[in-house]
């Protein structure tokens, strides 16, 4: 009796299975030999955890909202900028366990947190339409000083995980960050606002010209950095803005 020869389809999916074996075997010989543990609590993480454990995950202090256009982080910006919509992802107080995730993102060589956690983000903001009316990302740029001693910029890897899942264009080009100023950190509102006066300059405003441009930092505190991202973008060309940061540090 002769022996069938197995469909394309049949040959495909037995590939695709076999590839995919491969692949949980090649992980867990990863895992074995390179653990990886939780930002937050430090556990070891499974297989199919990513990023954070699954406790942590579900734990995480969430920022909600009811709107886009009104919430505690577009009023600090009334008046002052023209922000349409904003929001964050999880509250960040100084020192909690969910602190971490920004400690090991800037300081700790971990920028895939950044993109991992905004693949998160988007996941969800996607499914609630806040990303439907824009075009342009733009992730608040670092001085060239910090960057180099960073290694990266922890706003363009958050921006990257966000450009994954909405397929929205990334600009790194068009706006500069043309002075090194302080640390904000222990700075109060007043002066986190002088700080950062007149640090950005926009080098192709024919890229923005009448876009809707998402704004991407890593934490929101006083909203100055974001604030005088946006006043620059604004003075230079007619444009929307609207901000998003994985974390929100002010009051709510």
């Known amino acids: 009796m002769a022996l069938k020869c197995p469909s394309s389809h049949a040959a495909s999916m037995w590939k695709k299975r076999i590839i995919h074996n491969i692949r949980i075997f090649a992980s867990s010989v990863l895992d074995f030999f390179f653990p990886r543990y939780c930002p937050c609590c430090h556990a070891r993480m499974g297989l199919s955890e990513d990023t954070l454990c699954v406790r942590c995950l579900a734990d995480l202090p969430r920022v909600r909202h009811t709107s886009w256009s009104d919430n505690d982080i577009t009023r600090i910006f009334w008046g002052l900028a023209p922000i349409e919509n904003g929001t964050s992802f999880f509250h960040y107080t100084r020192h909690s366990p969910y602190s971490r995730i920004l400690f090991d993102l800037k300081y700790h060589n971990r ?142």
């Not at 960073?150 to 068009?174: E, V």
């Open 111 to 252: 920028p895939e947190i950044g993109r991992n956690m905004g693949r998160m983000m988007a996941q969800e903001l996607k499914r609630k339409g806040f990303f439907n009316d824009i075009g342009l990302i733009i992730p608040i740029p670092l001085s060239r000083q910090k960057e180099r001693e960073r290694g990266y910029n922890q706003s363009l890897w958050i921006a990257r995980g966000i450009s994954d899942i909405t397929g929205i264009p990334i600009d790194t080009a068009s706006v500069a960050r043309i002075v090194s100023n302080p640390s904000q950190t222990r700075l109060d509102g007043q002066q986190r606002r002088e700080n950062v006066r007149n640090i950005f300059a926009v080098t192709h405003p024919e890229n923005l010209k009448n876009r809707h441009i998402l704004l991407v930092d890593d934490v929101i505190t006083t909203g100055s950095t974001m604030l005088s991202c946006a006043e620059t973008i604004a003075r230079a060309c007619p444009v929307r803005l609207s901000v998003i940061s994985l974390a929100w540090a002010g009051d709510s």
